[in-house]
């Protein structure tokens, strides 16, 4: 652990456990965010699906990045990364979208979804931190920036699908309860 970078959070009175926890969530939830692009680019057919494919494999790699910055801070405030895959389930903010369906203009949607909900897991992230963690709330602001040039992305290829566009403004993130 590094204890004066520790310190840096600690003595501006944020609570750093408590960091480390919803980092843990978030770190948990691009596992799944990962997974579900990458295993979703493989099984994906039907219309638009060569450039959705594309699209989905770049987001792949951003999401297991995002894991790996978020695992590296975890350490560095002397956390631990989730250590076993069963617990991403128990500790995740957002529903693991299942690609059953094929289509790729249904997984474009499912990936939307997932998108508005790290988005929402990140401003919250932000919130708590309020400015008296400077080196995690750069990681965020970084990981917050892909989430919505994700979501961005999916939105214009959504829009080139006749008849596929996302209906409404609504949020429709998969939050747990
Ligand atoms: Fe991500
Ligand atoms: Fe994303
Ligand atoms: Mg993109």
């Known amino acids: 652990m590094g204890m004066k970078g520790r310190e840096i959070a600690a003595k501006r009175g944020l609570d750093v456990d408590q960091l480390i926890k919803l980092l843990n969530k978030a770190y948990s939830d691009e596992w799944f965010a990962y997974y579900q692009y990458w295993v979703g680019a493989k099984v994906a057919e039907g219309v638009l699906f060569g450039p959705i494919v594309a699209e989905m494999t770049e987001h792949a790699k951003e999401e297991l990045h995002h894991a790996d910055r978020l695992a590296e801070r ?72 892909d989430e919505v040039d994700h979501e961005n992305d999916l939105e214009a290829l959504a829009k080139a699908i006749p008849g596929g566009a996302p209906k409404g403004k609504g949020c429709g993130c998969p939050v747990k309860k």
């Open 74 to 145: 975890i350490c560095q405030l002397g956390g631990t990364p989730v250590l076993s895959p069963e617990d991403w389930y128990k500790e995740s903010n957002c529903e693991y979208l299942v690609p059953a369906n094929p289509e790729a203009a249904v997984l474009l949607q499912q990936n939307i979804a997932s998108e508005r909900c790290a988005i929402e897991v990140y401003e919250n992230l932000l919130e708590f931190i309020d400015g008296k963690d400077p080196v995690t709330e750069d990681i965020i602001h970084d990981v917050l920036a």
